[in-house]
């Protein structure tokens, strides 16, 4: 089969957001166009609404989000050579980070930072997954050599992640990239670790270091990222350009690097921990009461653009804790939706909404609901509630088992492995599974008793 042209769709869209001088960057995740715009008042709403294979429009974070479907990858082809955007191209606009009330500037700066790297994170997370079943099966045991470089693949995103995430951060402060990375670099130097592990004290200039394993840390680089941005800029102003190549970044380490051992990584390790905290207080209290919550409302949360409040506590739990009791409960909320789309489509009697229904739970086995939620439960709100109430039962049920995510991975079918104890299978993993299809026949149960009459009969209005 020949590609696909998605040109006359591309040029649509880009004229409707206002054009190629309107658009600062466009990126896509699994689902959606992600457009940066200079003002997004210029973007009509309404006709791209209208626009044959757009799903739904949303604006939150600082984007202008174009729900088109899982062909979204070869679309954004089309888009960016019509908005004459060429790979690498895409430049933040620090103006964008400024805006917003502060959680959605700390989501846009962590989306930023992370967002970037999210394949290989996933593809990180399924390689363990893959490693502990192996291990479990006693195909493979941890000390082969097999299994050490493998894991060496799926592990090193994480145990670097400060020199990534230094890395994207540099980009979205307006820094020197290298110069960010390194930075983090420096955070998981091996003689640092090592003096770390053998509690060998350390100062500089005669000052105490407290000395911490930042490997797999997040928060620490990216506010010592930001610091060195500010210092690059005051450093720009000073030096004279003829030799701000080497002198610039000399002047940024040397100040950067000290204050973040010094500084910076202790208090951002701190206000890791805090949010942490505050997040495990209520599993380790209240778990079932945030299991049903959270398995409730999580997709309506996210409709609503409410979530990039609780996206950066989400991350730096599963990297400051290994775990996360939160996501694994989340994952559930797929489940359920995926349960709607197959009860709706054994209600109805419309061959073309039974095709949607069946699409639509293939899409969220996979782990994408956009097309569940903007063709099914919106239309039908009381298809919604069903995935409310199935998705709280299998949360709090999930949550009342201690149950956690180990990896960072999609969801739908792909959640599974993420569910899997590095040290064995356990409540997790089952868990897991029994809660999913809870969550996903309960839903599936009440979207075929909800769907109401409008799905007996078909639509001959076509």
């Not at 206002?18 to 600062?24: F, L, T």
């Not at 064995?424 to 809660?435: A, E, H, K, P, R």
Request: proline share 3%; net charge positive; with cysteine.
């Amino acid at each position: 089969m020949g590609k696909i042209s998605y040109t006359q769709l591309a040029s649509d869209l880009v004229r409707l957001v206002g054009g190629r001088d309107n658009i600062i960057s466009v990126t896509n995740c699994m689902t959606r166009l992600r457009f940066v715009l200079k003002d997004e008042n210029a973007a009509k709403t309404d006709e791209i609404k209208a626009v044959k294979d757009v799903k739904g429009v949303v604006r939150q974070g600082g984007q202008y989000q174009i729900i088109i479907g899982t062909h979204v990858n070869t679309v954004i082809a089309d888009v960016k050579k019509e908005a004459g955007i060429l790979e690498g191209e895409e430049k933040t606009d620090m103006k964008l980070l400024k805006e917003g009330n502060l959680f959605d500037r700390i989501f846009k700066i962590i989306s930023g930072c992370i967002m970037p790297m999210i394949g290989v994170m996933v593809a990180s997370g399924m390689i363990k997954g893959l490693l502990a079943v192996l291990t479990t099966v006693k195909v493979l045991e941890a000390t082969d050599g097999t299994y050490l470089i493998l894991y060496a693949a799926a592990n090193s995103i994480m145990y670097f992640l400060p020199v990534v995430v230094g890395f994207n951060a540099g980009k979205v402060f307006g820094c020197n990239q290298f110069v960010t990375a390194i930075i983090g670099a420096s955070l998981i130097y091996p003689d640092i670790i090592a003096a770390q592990t053998a509690g060998t004290a350390l100062t500089f200039l005669k000052i105490p270091v407290t000395l911490i394993n930042y490997s797999g840390s997040l928060l620490p680089v990216v506010a010592a990222s930001w610091v060195a941005s500010k210092i690059e800029k005051g450093a720009k102003r000073i030096i004279p350009q003829m030799v701000q190549l080497f002198f610039v970044p000399t002047i940024v380490l040397m100040i950067t690097v000290p204050l973040s051992y010094l500084v910076i990584g202790p208090v951002m390790t701190y206000v890791s921990n805090v949010l942490s905290a505050g997040v495990m207080f209520i599993f380790n209290h209240v778990p079932v009461l945030g299991g049903v919550l959270f398995g409730a409302f999580w997709q309506l949360i996210v409709l609503l653009g409410l979530h990039s409040a609780f996206i950066p506590v989400l991350m730096n739990n599963l990297f400051t804790l290994g775990s996360d009791p939160v996501n694994a409960v989340l994952g559930l909320t797929v489940w359920a939706l995926a349960g709607v789309s197959l009860g709706y489509a054994l209600r109805t009697k419309d061959k073309e909404k039974k095709s949607l229904g069946f699409g639509n739970l293939v899409s969220c086995l996979f782990g994408i609901t956009e097309p569940t939620i903007y063709s099914i439960a919106l239309p039908n709100f009381k298809l919604f509630i069903a995935a409310f109430v199935g998705g709280g039962i299998g949360g709090g049920i999930m949550a009342g088992l201690g149950g956690r995510m180990y990896s960072f991975i999609g969801d739908g079918i792909f959640r599974i492995p993420a569910m899997i104890n590095p040290k064995g299978l356990d409540i997790s993993f089952y868990g897991f599974i029994v809660c999913a299809a809870i969550s996903f026949v309960v839903s599936a149960v009440l979207a075929f008793i909800l769907a109401g009459e409008d799905t007996n009969k078909t639509d001959r209005s076509k």
